[in-house]
């Protein structure tokens, strides 16, 4: 039997407000010491009385409107009741049958196919507490850190309209991006900012009904979000294809086995008794404070990729990879400025931006990868002017392509300019003809084989020679004239 798929996304981002959702602590938690950003409200001490952070009402009804939502006039919170142990008064903060904003879409492309995808509710609620589980002595014990308890926490709903992992990754990359856009949250999966729960069935195709839903937890990046779904739609298809009966479950993924496990009976919305807090009143938005919000939009990825293709004449291919990253997207068009600002340049804005976007997924992304590290953090230790003044030596053949990738990793560590490295490396190119003829002489010398080959009209031995001379001369040789007399000394002996 064929199976279709049918996926729905849960989406949660901490909102980068200075405070917590419903008391004054600071939100920034990750570098502060275990249990001191605390107070009463969010330890859950009886009495206390949590009051709302405007801040985050605001941020949530931004990202409402980015995702085409009908935001509420009237909206409250609810008390969602359950048991946990990093919940310390029993019960969160949420909001249930009156969310800030609802019934909206995204807009994603697959397979060079457009698919609206269904935003059921964006709304506002309280993260929980951290556990630290440790193990010592052969026990085990957990640790709580408050720190995160109360951080104003936004959750995203997703209608069911996604197909297939790819759609899924799709939506999370697009949604992910419109968040740092608009500047609301970070987004870092591996700290938590940006996550993901995923509610997974499988049915026949051309049938409406769906089976046992499945929520898969423990995803902390888009690659895991993938493969967790693609084991989850196997497992599935192949249960219902025995006639196994899908039970409604949590189950957690396990990155290091590839594979989800059975953590509890799914919950349904009964099980959480929503009531509307009683210390929060309802909240009135304004249509005129909703406006307001909507003025001050940000160019979203998408607006900005079109441009990025129709004022520079980039291809999709850039310009999708460098706007899915807003501080990429900076760095490309802060490079483009400065280096229509570089004296005697003679590229055009058109040459200059595909310049800037070759060396920012090349060898831009390879040393932040390689330093796990991303475009905002690479820019602290490469300013955009420092690259340009790199790669405008390079464009005048002052140095070398492998000597100005050699110059971009010491940028890097040291934080000097281009210019001041050449200088001290004796990186500065090779144009001595003397200096080459005698490092061809001695690659060929060196070389039989190769020398061999191209003799037997193999043209392409001539490539492995020339690396051998940029080798000799730690890239410093022109290649074009390394090639040249190479050529004339093979034909000679």
């Not at 049918?6 to 901490?14: C, D, K, R, S, T």
Request: aromatic share 6%.
């Amino acid at each position: 039997m064929d199976f279709e798929t049918v996926i729905g996304l849960e989406v949660h981002a901490q909102l980068l407000t200075r405070s917590k959702m419903f008391c004054r602590c600071g939100a920034g938690y990750a570098s502060a010491p275990p249990n001191t950003r605390v107070c009463p409200v969010c330890l859950g001490m009886p009495g206390v009385l949590p009051t709302i952070n405007r801040q985050a009402v605001a941020y949530t009804i931004m990202t409402g409107l980015a995702l085409n939502c009908v935001i509420a006039s009237d909206t409250k919170f609810d008390r969602k009741n359950y048991s946990y142990p990093d919940l310390m008064k029993g019960y969160q903060i949420s909001q249930y049958d009156a969310p800030i904003a609802k019934d909206g879409f995204l807009e994603i492309e697959v397979g060079g196919e457009r698919k609206k995808v269904g935003i059921t509710r964006v709304h506002l609620e309280e993260d929980v507490a951290k556990l630290i589980h440790k193990q010592a002595i052969g026990e085990s014990y957990s640790l709580m850190d408050v720190n995160r308890a109360g951080v104003p926490l936004m959750e995203i709903v997703g209608e069911p309209d996604l197909r297939s992992p790819e759609e899924a990754r799709e939506y999370l990359v697009k949604l992910h991006g419109i968040l740092q856009y608009l500047g609301v949250s970070t987004g870092n999966m591996e700290e938590g900012g940006f996550r993901c729960d995923a509610n997974i069935s499988v049915r026949p195709r051309g049938t409406t009904g769906l089976t046992g839903k499945v929520e898969v937890k423990n995803m902390n990046s888009f690659r895991a979000v993938f493969r967790a779904l693609q084991f989850e739609a196997a497992r599935q298809q192949a249960l219902a294809a025995k006639g196994e009966r899908l039970v409604q479950e949590t189950r957690g993924w396990v990155e290091e086995k590839g594979e989800t496990v059975s953590q509890r009976s799914k919950e349904y919305a009964h099980d959480y008794r929503y009531f509307p807090e009683p210390d929060l009143p309802p909240l009135a938005i304004s249509r005129d404070w909703v406006e307001e919000i909507k003025a001050t939009l940000p160019e979203l990825p998408e607006a900005r990729r079109d441009r990025f293709m129709r004022d520079y004449e980039l291809p999709r291919y850039d310009a999708d990879l460098l706007t899915g990253d807003k501080a990429m997207a900076d760095y490309e068009e802060a490079f483009i400025a400065g280096y229509l600002k570089t004296a005697g340049n003679n590229l055009s804005r058109t040459e200059i931006a595909k310049l800037g976007s070759n060396w920012l997924q090349g060898e831009v992304s390879r040393i932040a990868n390689a330093a796990n590290i991303d475009a905002i953090e690479f820019r602290k230790k490469v300013s955009p002017e420092k690259l340009v003044g790199l790669v405008n030596l390079a464009q005048k053949g002052d140095i070398t392509g492998a000597a100005a990738k050699s110059v971009l990793e010491i940028m890097f560590q040291t934080g000097k300019d281009a210019a001041g490295i050449v200088t001290e490396q004796g990186l500065g190119q090779i144009s001595d003809n003397n200096a080459i003829i005698a490092a061809a002489r001695a690659a060929i010398a060196a070389n039989p084989a190769a020398v061999a080959d191209y003799k037997s009209g193999k043209e392409t031995a001539i490539r492995f020679l020339v690396g051998q001379v940029m080798k000799a001369t730690r890239g410093r040789a022109n290649p074009q004239m390394a090639a040249s007399e190479l050529k004339k000394l093979l034909e000679e002996g």
